[in-house]
């Protein structure tokens, strides 16, 4: 039985989103700037992100039973010529992580990129201490493809970022 949905993120959700990206473990597991997010800071994002003609594709991840927002997926910097597109998933509500949502967030939206958007590879960076993600994205198909060494400065070092990526045909979406 399916448990999770994609949806179209709205201005209900802010406030959700906001204290996401201010945890402690946001800041420092994911690429993004360590610095503190206000709201004023969000909503333009949501109109910068959500509104514009740049070629993104956000997604708020939803519990079907609850219809509680749990998560965000993002398909970014899509190319539409040489069709590929960069991946980034957050779980923000930390009791929900650790449940499989993020595989199967993971494989929806690989799907809609590869069947709605006609993409073919889809992309992804992580820091190489993010155990967790390096084996979900493992799991779900996406192939080591480089690193980018030095790359991230979190907590008073540098960190490489390892660069994975799948491929249309190597994408099996039945595992959800």
């Known amino acids: 039985m399916k ?3 994609l949806r179209a993120l709205t201005s209900k959700d802010m406030e959700t989103t906001v204290r996401w990206n201010n945890q402690t473990d946001v800041k420092f597991l994911y690429a993004g700037h360590p610095f503190p997010v206000n ?3 969000e909503y333009e994002w949501y109109n910068k992100v959500l509104r514009s003609n740049v070629p993104t594709t956000v ?8 219809k509680k927002l ?9 190319n539409l010529i040489n069709r590929k597109a960069e991946f980034a998933i957050l779980i923000g509500d930390t009791e929900e992580r650790g449940k499989g949502y993020s595989k199967a967030a993971t494989i929806l939206t690989l799907k809609f990129g590869f069947d709605m958007l006609g993409l073919n590879k889809v992309y992804l960076f ?11 994205y493992e799991k779900t198909g996406f192939k080591v493809e480089g690193i980018f060494r030095q790359s991230v400065f979190k907590n008073g070092k540098y960190e490489d970022e390892i660069i994975m990526s799948i491929l249309k045909e190597e994408f099996v979406s039945d595992s959800i």
């Open 39 to 41: 709201i004023e800071m």
């Open 70 to 78: 749990i998560g965000i997926s993002v398909l970014r910097n899509i």
């Open 3 to 5: 448990k999770i949905e």
């Open 59 to 66: 997604f708020g991840i939803e519990l079907i039973s609850e």
């Open 126 to 136: 992580v820091q190489s201490s993010n155990n967790s993600a390096i084996k979900l």
